[in-house]
């Protein structure tokens, strides 16, 4: 994104919807040679300057190592290395947050540039971000209870389908629960919620009472 001439720290941003947006600064990790020849480059490409930066259009990716994200911004972030094979427009926040959560067997994100809503616009890569960002308020209703999904294969308003039954091809490690001949989903922790949302399911129904019980935990009055 830039460089700060007058504390020599280099700006990073990512794109976020439609715009750039500034998630820290890093100085340290760079060889004196790396250091010179991104100044140089930042300078050459210079579009304006604000506040002692020196700002360039998105361009040049690199790999930063750091403790951790807060309030959108990354904290103690060290350079490793250029990724000058990567687009900058793969550069994304939800990316970046996919990218550093750490599930149990790992995630594995398909078709991620999939659409999923067209207004507003929002692909796979996005849903399972938000799915991230919600996880502490989604888990604690689907603890423990079984799961009826329903499916979007090709994104809303498209094609549906209702799923209750486990598929064959699900993880091993995701936890089941078998009701009258039905083998459900019981949708505990975030590995399965990205699994779930990976396969595109966009609704979760869930009944009034959990696994442990065959009376309502809880009654809604509508």
Same mark, same amino acid.
Not at 191 to 219: R, V
């Given at each position: 994104?830039?460089?700060?001439?007058?504390?020599?720290?280099?700006?990073?941003?990512?794109?976020?919807?439609?715009?750039?947006?500034?998630?820290?600064?890093?100085?340290?990790?760079?060889?004196?040679?790396?250091?010179?020849?991104?100044?140089?480059?930042?300078?050459?490409?210079?579009?304006?300057?604000?506040?002692?930066?020196?700002?360039?259009?998105?361009?040049?990716?690199?790999?930063?190592?750091?403790?951790?994200? &807060?309030?959108? *911004?990354? %904290? /103690?972030? $060290?350079?490793?290395?250029?990724?000058?094979?990567?687009? !900058?427009?793969?550069?994304?926040?939800?990316?970046?947050?996919?990218?550093?959560?750490?599930?149990?067997?790992?995630?594995?994100?398909?078709?991620?540039?999939?659409?999923?809503?067209?207004?507003?616009?929002?692909?796979?890569?996005?849903?399972?971000?938000?799915?991230?960002?919600?996880?502490?308020?989604?888990?604690?209703?689907?603890?423990?209870?079984?799961?009826?999904?329903?499916?979007?294969?090709?994104?809303?308003?498209?094609?549906?389908?209702?799923?209750?039954?486990?598929?064959?091809?699900?993880?091993?490690?995701?936890?089941? &629960?078998?009701? *009258?001949? %039905? /083998?459900? $989903?019981?949708?505990?922790?975030?590995?399965?919620?990205? !699994?779930?949302?990976?396969?595109?399911?966009?609704?979760?129904?869930?009944?009034?009472?959990?696994?442990?019980?065959?009376?309502?935990?809880?009654?809604?009055?509508?």
């Amino acid at each position: 994104m830039g460089f700060n001439s007058q504390n020599e720290n280099f700006l990073v941003g990512l794109k976020k919807d439609d715009a750039i947006v500034q998630i820290g600064t890093f100085s340290k990790g760079m060889k004196t040679n790396e250091k010179d020849s991104l100044i140089q480059s930042i300078i050459k490409n210079e579009k304006r300057r604000e506040n002692g930066n020196i700002l360039i259009e998105p361009g040049i990716c690199v790999k930063l190592f750091f403790k951790t994200i &807060k309030e959108n *911004e990354l %904290i /103690n972030p $060290i350079f490793n290395s250029f990724q000058l094979e990567i687009s !900058w427009e793969n550069c994304t926040w939800d990316r970046l947050i996919i990218d550093n959560t750490l599930v149990e067997g790992g995630m594995k994100l398909t078709h991620s540039k999939k659409t999923l809503w067209k207004t507003p616009y929002i692909n796979k890569e996005g849903f399972l971000s938000y799915l991230i960002q919600v996880s502490s308020y989604m888990l604690p209703f689907l603890e423990r209870r079984t799961l009826t999904t329903i499916r979007y294969p090709h994104g809303i308003p498209g094609d549906f389908f209702y799923q209750k039954n486990c598929p064959d091809y699900a993880p091993s490690s995701i936890l089941t &629960k078998s009701v *009258e001949g %039905i /083998n459900y $989903i019981v949708c505990n922790e975030l590995s399965t919620l990205l !699994w779930l949302g990976n396969q595109l399911a966009i609704e979760y129904h869930i009944p009034f009472q959990t696994i442990d019980s065959l009376k309502p935990s809880e009654i809604m009055f509508n």
